[in-house]
């Protein structure tokens, strides 16, 4: 943790990861019965972006746990539309509650709050930076499907420039040792700073993978080409899956399709055929035959409502993994829980 709080995924160690997931684990098996473990504590709810989900299932989780929360629910119901500074806030509310959780549309301001906040900051999403604890409940539900947060390959779609989520769960799959391939939406792929930081911290390279042997161009509308290409630890025998027709398809072929919608307040764009999209139609073609889909919500167009009841979407399970997730995370930085030996806490 980064002086006891939740900024970025760089934050937490392998350890602190599984500690977070088994105790949401433990949670979700009974989740209305534990309302007096944070009796008599105060949440600060600082949501300065819109939001359902997160806001919604941080505010649940306190309750569950028994505590109570204070809300801003907007930047111009707060102080700062009258010029109030993000320190100033910060300073402010770490008198009235013991957890501050931050909503920003500023990237970097969890990290500026940490720096000088009283009490813990969790960040529930900072402008086009990260989301960390949504990709806490994505690597949950993961594990419910798999068993496992190991040798998974997760093709993350879409928006990967703007789409904070997506940089958070990268970061976490490669931290836990999983390849990853990316197929970014026409113009909205990950900047080149943000591959060389990942390259760099993992010690993985970047292998582009012909859309003549990938099966991503599946999902564009048309005859639009997918530029498709994987983070993965640098092995002997990639070039030959890589380039090798239908070993390429045996080893690349996703177990889950992760969707992220087109960031357009954040300035990003695409054009029609230009964006990934799933539908009965693809989600059903050999190569993506095994495949869950997952999306962290709000979408638009690019998962088909028709996939709400397939047995292979779960979307609406990560959005319900945020109560235990951020029960788990509030007793945690709370030290209502204890954290497993092995971590520095």
């Keep these: ?48 972006e819109p939001s359902t989900r997160t ?63 009283s009490v813990p900051i969790m960040n529930a999403g900072d402008g086009r930076n990260e989301h960390p604890t949504q990709a806490l409940c994505d690597l949950l539900t993961l594990k419910e499907e798999f068993g496992t947060l190991e040798g998974l390959n997760i093709a993350i779609c879409g928006d990967l420039r703007n789409g904070r989520t997506v940089h958070s769960l990268a970061y976490g799959l490669l931290l836990l040792g999983n390849p990853v391939t990316f197929v970014p939406g026409n113009g909205l792929d990950l900047n080149d700073t943000t591959k060389k930081t990942l390259c760099d911290n993992f010690g993985v390279v970047l292998s582009e993978l ?59 764009d695409t054009k029609e055929a230009g964006y990934p999209k799933v539908n009965q139609n693809n989600l059903e ?14 979408r638009l167009d690019e998962v088909s409502v028709a996939l709400d009841d397939h047995p292979r979407s779960r979307y609406f399970q990560q959005a319900a993994n945020g109560v235990p997730i951020r029960m788990a995370l509030i007793c945690l930085m709370l030290g209502l829980k204890a954290w497993s030996s092995v971590t520095s806490q």
């Design 285 to 298: 073609t050999e190569f993506f035959s095994k495949a869950v889909v997952m999306h962290p919500l709000p």
């Design 210 to 268: 012909p859309p003549s042997q990938v099966r991503y161009s599946d999902l564009f509308e048309g005859n639009h080409e997918a530029k498709a290409y994987r983070l993965h630890k640098p092995t002997p025998d990639f070039d030959e899956y890589a380039y090798n027709g239908k070993k390429l398809d045996i080893d690349l072929r996703p177990v889950a399709l992760y969707f992220t919608r087109c960031q357009t307040e954040r300035g990003s």
């Design 55 to 117: 806001r919604g299932s941080f505010e649940a989780a306190m309750k569950r746990l028994g505590g109570d929360t204070i809300t801003t629910t907007d930047f111009k119901s707060s102080s700062m539309e009258k010029g109030e500074t993000l320190n100033d806030s910060i300073r402010i509310w770490g008198n009235y509650c013991d957890l501050i959780v931050l909503r920003h549309q500023e990237s970097g301001a969890p990290r500026v709050a940490a720096n000088i906040s």
């Design 1 to 48: 943790m980064y002086r006891n709080s939740l900024t970025e995924m760089r934050d937490l160690e392998i350890e602190e990861i599984m500690d977070i997931l088994d105790l949401a684990t433990q949670f979700k098996a009974n989740v209305k019965g534990h309302t007096e473990i944070a009796s008599g504590l105060l949440m600060a709810s600082l949501f300065l």
